[in-house]
């Protein structure tokens, strides 16, 4: 098993910068990749950032491009999610998951956190 704990949404206004944190304990050793995700109200839940485990190879959705950063501390097995310039429509609920594979889809991951809410106003 792997636990995972975000932690660092809020309420922010827009132009505004926040850091989402993710520490991954348990069986570690099986990850491939570490997501972040995003699900606003009456949306899908849509891929933001992933990284992959040793942090060499990172890929953004296209929204967040230039604005976002994901990056791994390996020493604490904890994933971040830099957000600058936020905006309003960066409103949702974050989740971390971990994945085994090179699968996507949030139906692939193995593991999920509980979320984060962030919030930016305008």
């Known amino acids: 098993q792997v636990q995972l704990v975000e932690s660092g949404g809020g309420l922010v206004q827009a132009g505004a910068s926040l850091r989402l944190s993710c520490a991954a304990s348990?069986?570690?050793?099986?990850?491939?990749?570490m997501h972040w995700f995003r699900q606003a109200p009456g949306k899908e839940r849509e891929s933001v950032a992933f990284?992959?485990?040793?942090?060499?190879?990172?890929n953004y959705a296209d929204s967040v491009k230039g604005r976002f950063t994901i990056s791994k501390d390996n020493a604490k097995n904890t994933v971040y999610l830099q957000m600058n310039s936020l905006k309003p429509e960066d409103t949702a609920v974050y989740y971390c998951?971990?994945?085994?594979?090179?699968?996507?889809?949030?139906?692939?991951?193995?593991?999920w956190g509980e979320g984060t809410q962030v919030t930016v106003s305008s």
């Open positions: 990284i992959s485990w040793s942090g060499g190879y990172t």
């Open positions: 998951a971990a994945a085994t594979g090179v699968a996507v889809s949030p139906k692939m991951m193995a593991y």
């Open positions: 348990g069986r570690t050793s099986s990850m491939y990749r």
